[in-house]
């Protein structure tokens, strides 16, 4: 549809004192159908021609001369309503996917590179449920980005690092639990969120042992055998969990890299800094002073030589920099962090690093669940309040799989299919909401299968792909006639169909999956009332409404695997 805007924009720049561009930048696509597919408002022209936007409409809708393509063009209210030849645009959009593929709607390769640090949970615990916003949002933009040429680095920021660790060795060393190698082998992700919940009700009666996790934290910077031992048993218990929830998930990384990769580079850090006469000591810490950007001390290093976030944050864009060497770097992480982030791209813009404004935090709010009060909150992992991500994974699962046994219980492969619309109905109840919104988790409504809702929307790709089944053929595009394919539901279809590149290029420039996640469920529901109101196989219209049946197809499927949903062919 781009090609169709730069055509109107220069029928207008021909006729008014307006760029391409600007008259580009000022097309609408009206609410109302029935006002054309483009219309263009006057109002910005009345101040220069001194003319009522009115009578300026009437006029260039007089001027205009209609090329091949456009069948109307209109003036209503000031406004300059442009009319799309049905057949003509029903072949433009439909010729273009069947050319295409799955790549219709995508950006050319612009050789640019993007970082995107997502998901990054801490060690030694299990992923709760409110860890799935990091990691699809990320995800889904990962994918976003690709879609519109970048090569992307994916980054999974691990938090192996800092004084939790001292807590969980101190701990484990009180418990008296193997030392031995083959035993720590065995060691659960489970086991480590028991020694998390002891040691904060430990913390309750002894107050003491927080100073003691400290301590610990600085003895396995410091490099003690045994602790490091732990240390790499704890962490890889975690990762063997974490990698099978990805996969559930259908996620991957390109980078594992913890916060401990980034140790033996943090000295340069801290060097850079001093030269640069910005690093302070205030009340036994090193820190940058940013009052005068109207925010706290950045805190560096503690007293006792221990490293914190920032620091770490600090030495990992500064590699990021030099390996990648980005246009972007991402960081999916929740909106709390937004001071820490400022802090951080505050204190490299100080060192003189220009390409601190290229790093951006992409900010979301919570996922919320009720208590047993009714409450809605977030939970903790570490207290045990947090629902566990594999928990509610399980739960959806088991929730679709008894809909399925119901409703078509000889479905083959049953319980994959139904982890798939499970986790893709966790990911879209996610993702159709704006990031910066909290969202609620309500079970009833995340897996119907009517409304804004994931499975809505794969139901509507499972009916395209089941035609094509029963059709059992392809169309040839020859054989296409596109005077059959222009009643309004086809109509529709084909200009949400049309729709997909400015989609994929918005949600990219706004680094917001939910713009995605409505165009899904706009093609879905275009789908639906197509499929309802026309009958394809055994129609006279059967080729050509089969060939939009398949770029519906293809392009509903695209866009699901945008998402990070699963583009399942039978439920």
């Not at 009206?30 to 109002?43: T, V």
């Not at 302070?280 to 090193?286: G, R, V």
């Not at 809605?376 to 594999?390: F, H, M, N, V, Y």
Request: charged letters at 25%.
């Amino acid at each position: 549809m781009n090609s169709f805007e730069s055509l109107i924009a220069g029928l207008i720049a021909d006729k008014a004192p307006i760029t391409i561009e600007d008259a580009r930048q000022l097309l609408v696509v009206p609410q109302d159908s029935s006002h054309g597919n483009f219309s263009f408002p006057c109002f910005s022209l009345a101040k220069l021609l001194k003319k009522n936007p009115k009578l300026i409409a009437e006029e260039l809708a007089d001027q205009i001369i209609l090329p091949v393509g456009l069948a109307k063009v209109e003036a209503l209210n000031g406004y300059l309503n442009f009319y799309m030849d049905r057949a003509f645009l029903a072949s433009k959009v439909l010729l273009e996917i069947e050319e295409k593929k799955l790549n219709y709607g995508h950006a050319p390769q612009n050789n640019k590179s993007v970082v995107i640090d997502f998901s990054s949970p801490n060690m030694g615990k299990e992923l709760a449920f409110h860890h799935l916003r990091s990691t699809m949002i990320g995800n889904s933009l990962s994918k976003i980005y690709e879609a519109n040429g970048y090569k992307v680095e994916r980054v999974n920021h691990l938090g192996d690092w800092g004084t939790a660790f001292g807590k969980l060795i101190v701990m484990y060393l009180k418990e008296n639990l193997p030392l031995e190698d083959q035993e720590l082998e065995k060691l659960s992700v489970k086991e480590l969120n028991l020694l998390y919940a002891s040691f904060a009700n430990e913390a309750k009666s002894n107050p003491e042992i927080e100073e003691e996790a400290r301590k610990a934290f600085t003895r396995l910077e410091q490099g003690d055998a045994l602790y490091r031992k732990l240390w790499a048993a704890f962490k890889e218990a975690t990762l063997k969990e974490l990698r099978r929830l990805y996969q559930i998930l259908g996620v991957s990384f390109d980078h594992y890299v913890g916060e401990s990769f980034f140790e033996d580079k943090i000295p340069a850090v801290i060097e850079n800094l001093q030269q640069k006469k910005l690093l302070i000591k205030s009340q036994d810490l090193d820190v940058v002073m940013l009052e005068d950007k109207k925010l706290p001390p950045c805190l560096i290093r503690k007293s006792d030589g221990s490293t914190l976030y920032a620091t770490r944050d600090l030495a990992a864009a500064i590699y990021r920099k030099e390996t990648f060497d980005f246009e972007k770097c991402l960081y999916v992480v929740d909106l709390g962090q937004s001071l820490h982030f400022k802090q951080v791209f505050e204190v490299l813009k100080q060192m003189d690093y220009a390409w601190s404004q290229d790093l951006l935090h992409i900010p979301f709010g919570l996922i919320l669940q009720q208590n047993e009060e009714g409450k809605w909150e977030k939970g903790k992992t570490r207290t045990g309040t947090a629902s566990l991500l594999r928990d509610v994974i399980e739960a959806a699962t088991q929730k679709i799989l008894d809909f399925i046994e119901e409703k078509n219980p000889n479905l083959a492969d049953k319980k994959t299919v139904a982890t798939q619309i499970g986790v893709s109905a966790l990911v879209f109840n996610d993702l159709k909401n704006k990031r910066l919104m909290d969202v609620k988790f309500d079970w009833d409504a995340a897996l119907s299968f009517e409304g804004a809702t994931g499975p809505y929307v794969q139901n509507a790709l499972v009916r395209l792909y089941s035609i094509m089944r029963k059709a059992a053929y392809t169309v040839d595009k020859n054989d296409v006639q596109w005077d059959q394919i222009i009643d309004d539901t086809a109509y529709e279809l084909i200009k949400t169909l049309g729709r997909k590149e400015e989609n994929i290029r918005k949600a990219c420039e706004a680094n917001e999956p939910s713009i995605l996640a409505q165009y899904a469920l706009d093609i879905a529901e275009a789908a639906h009332r197509f499929i309802h109101h026309n009958r394809v196989l055994g129609s006279t219209e059967e080729q050509s409404r089969l060939f939009l049946v398949q770029q519906a197809q293809t392009v509903l499927e695209n866009t699901i695997e945008l998402l990070g949903l699963y583009p399942i062919q039978q439920m």
